[in-house]
């Protein structure tokens, strides 16, 4: 691999930019679109594509017999199966390339992590260095980042190269205004001004394989949930006493989970005056019962129901919700469990933020009963650690304001 020539270049165009001043046209030309004459002048974007074509030919003929899903229009390109990717991922990495591992809904990790260490400890020690990240993408092209720090200050590489050159090259370049590494193993690093709520401060490379087993109860137990417009992982509750648990938001969420399609609002009558829409009471229990041991009269007790219509109500989340809504970015993990004498699960939860940068915004401990039938049912929740930036807003949605 010509890895070396590539940073050794890139490092002698920073240097001349930085003795040479902003105007005498030294700095590398920035490019965030398609390939065009002009940036096809920078030196280092040159080197790069071609670094790109380099590692792209390794695997064309894998690419070209791999199982594809045609596109529904003309304008996207087909996507490779998991399989043809991990074929991919697998001849790069035996070549000793740095990729990231994907397998289907689990989270990607950099496959080479003892080199990324070595890159991190020369970045600790103020020592020039260099680091590549290979992603292969759906449509079975690359996503190609060169991270260079040159003992002051580090600099982010990115280019998309697929096999239509003209469609899909794509060329950036930033400084990187802030990075760690945690304990747990994951790359944190921040490109754009912090604090804009339109996207997540920092990006996020993991550099351990993540635990399947954990990750499949997180998405069988947790991803039925939510952390928005819900309180049922934001509080603590038991089957002993609903009284705090808001089973007219928690529906939302239990029904797409059951019923794998999303509520329909058209679908129920509205009342105004409440602003909230009227579930009948056979649709709203339907899905209520298959999570939760509790009877009748008790859920329609903490629930609202009417009896004269004969509905719960509902208030659905709206956009100009989201106002008082708005928290850090989070992502659940599973980073434990036990089994109870009672036959019941009990799972750590941390959640994760790439808005603050940390493993660990707050955590909970959830316990669920597994079912013969493959389902589950919710048994209680416990709120067992947060920060100074404290949970996400959860009272419930029926003593909201009107939007």
């Known amino acids: 691999m010509k890895l070396n020539r590539l940073v050794c270049l890139i490092i002698f165009v920073l240097l001349l930019s930085a003795c040479s001043g902003p105007d005498d046209g030294s700095q590398p030309s920035i490019s965030n679109g398609h390939s065009t004459p002009e940036s096809q002048s920078d030196p280092i974007q040159e080197m790069i594509e071609q670094r790109c074509k380099e590692i792209t030919s390794m695997y064309y003929d894998l690419y070209v017999n791999a199982d594809k899903t045609e596109p529904q229009n003309q304008w996207d390109d087909p996507v490779m199966s998991q399989s043809s990717i991990d074929a991919i991922e697998?001849?790069?990495?035996?070549?000793?390339?740095?990729?990231?591992?994907?397998?289907?809904?689990?989270?990607?990790?950099?496959?080479?992590?003892?080199?990324f260490y070595e890159f991190w400890e020369c970045v600790q020690q103020k020592k020039s260095a260099e680091q590549e990240i290979i992603s292969i993408m759906e449509s079975g092209g690359i996503a190609y980042q060169l991270i260079v720090f040159d003992s002051e200050k580090a600099y982010l590489y990115s280019m998309r190269y697929g096999f239509?050159?003209?469609?899909?090259?794509?060329?950036?370049?930033?400084?990187?205004?802030?990075?760690?590494?945690?304990?747990?193993?994951?790359?944190?690093?921040?490109?754009?001004?912090?604090?804009?709520?339109?996207?997540?401060?920092?990006?996020?490379?993991?550099?351990?394989?993540?635990?399947?087993?954990?990750?499949?109860?997180?998405?069988?137990?947790?991803?039925?949930?939510?952390?928005?417009?819900?309180?049922?992982?934001?509080?603590?509750?038991?089957?002993?006493d609903f009284a705090q648990l808001s089973f007219n938001d928690l529906w939302e969420y239990l029904y797409h989970d059951y019923h794998g399609e999303y509520v329909s609002n058209d679908a129920y009558a509205f009342i105004p005056e409440?602003?909230?829409?009227?579930?009948?009471?056979?649709?709203?229990?339907?899905?209520?019962?298959?999570?939760?041991?509790?009877?009748?009269?008790?859920?329609?007790?903490?629930?609202?129901?009417?009896?004269?219509?004969?509905?719960?109500?509902?208030?659905?989340?709206?956009?100009?919700?989201?106002?008082?809504?708005?928290?850090?970015t989070v992502e659940s993990e599973v980073t434990a469990y036990r089994g109870n004498s009672d036959g019941t699960l009990t799972l750590t939860v941390e959640m994760l933020s790439t808005d603050l940068a940390t493993d660990c915004l707050f955590a909970h401990e959830v316990t669920v009963r597994p079912l013969e039938n493959g389902r589950f049912q919710f048994v209680g929740n416990k709120i067992t650690y947060q920060t100074e930036y404290g949970l996400p807003y959860c009272e419930p949605r029926l003593t909201w304001d009107d939007p």
């Open 90 to 115: 697998n001849l790069l990495i035996d070549a000793g390339y740095d990729v990231m591992d994907t397998n289907g809904p689990y989270p990607s990790y950099l496959t080479t992590a003892d080199r």
């Open 164 to 240: 239509d050159e003209i469609t899909d090259l794509n060329y950036e370049k930033h400084e990187i205004l802030d990075w760690e590494v945690t304990e747990k193993g994951n790359f944190y690093y921040r490109i754009y001004p912090a604090d804009d709520k339109h996207y997540a401060d920092f990006s996020l490379v993991r550099l351990a394989e993540p635990n399947l087993e954990l990750y499949d109860l997180n998405m069988k137990y947790i991803w039925a949930g939510g952390y928005i417009g819900t309180n049922m992982f934001l509080t603590d509750w038991t089957e002993d």
């Open 274 to 328: 409440r602003y909230c829409y009227q579930i009948p009471a056979e649709v709203f229990e339907e899905v209520i019962l298959q999570y939760f041991t509790i009877d009748i009269d008790t859920l329609r007790q903490v629930a609202q129901y009417n009896a004269e219509g004969d509905y719960y109500p509902w208030r659905p989340v709206e956009t100009n919700d989201y106002v008082f809504l708005y928290y850090y």
